[in-house]
């Protein structure tokens, strides 16, 4: 007559060790170290370099827009003006996304300029052409005339410079920034608006920017 074998507590320590390896292989584990820890942007870290950061770029972006804002050729502008963003030189010795700061610019006036300014999305030209294009041929619909172009010409062009001072000695690395913004007029090439800030740091090691 066959008996139901039942495993004995040795082998069944061993089937429950099994199946918890089992459950750990497929999750995730942390790795060991310092846990993550949530901050503000305009916060500096821990890990921290005398490069272009995300606190200096806020108060940089921040003292920009309030000072577009008080501009008083925008002031007298007639109607509301249109800005069209130029590329961001980087003349630092730092690998950085450039395009964060006219970006954030642009998100800070058109959330609390309320309507002063306007920004024309020149960078998504193909779209608005294809877009276009759709309409005139009646394949979508239009609330307006489809064979009138609406595109809006540019009354300023906004953009900007960082430009960068590096020491280094044994002491450890010293690094200056300055960061420089222009409004220029597109008919005559003039710099109606220009505004700079400074920054400088210096530390035992230098970091790597990505």
């Known amino acids: 007559m066959n008996r139901l074998a039942f495993p004995t507590p040795l082998t069944a320590s061993m089937l429950l060790g099994a199946l918890l390896l089992a459950g750990c292989a497929s999750g995730v584990r942390n790795p060991s170290g310092m846990p993550v820890t949530r901050m503000n942007a305009d916060e500096q870290g821990a890990v921290a370099g005398t490069g272009i950061e995300s606190q200096d770029l806020v108060a940089v972006t921040d003292k920009m827009a309030r000072s577009i804002l008080t501009n008083p050729e925008l002031q007298k502008a007639q109607g509301t003006p249109r800005i069209v963003l130029l590329p961001v030189e980087n003349q630092t010795r730092f690998a950085i996304n450039k395009d964060l700061f006219l970006d954030r610019i642009r998100v800070q006036l058109n959330s609390k300029a309320q309507g002063k300014v306007r920004f024309l999305a020149r960078d998504r030209m193909e779209a608005l052409e294809k877009e276009q294009e759709l309409k005139k041929q009646g394949l979508v619909t239009s609330s307006a005339d489809p064979n009138v172009r609406e595109f809006k010409g540019a009354d300023f062009f906004l953009t900007g410079k960082l430009s960068g001072l590096t020491t280094k000695a044994r002491a450890g690395v010293s690094d200056y920034i300055l960061y420089t913004f222009q ?11 220009e505004d700079s800030a400074e920054i400088k740091k210096q530390g035992n090691d230098d970091a790597a920017y990505r």
Do not use: V
């Open 183 to 193: 409004l220029i007029d597109p008919r005559t090439s003039d710099i109606l608006w």
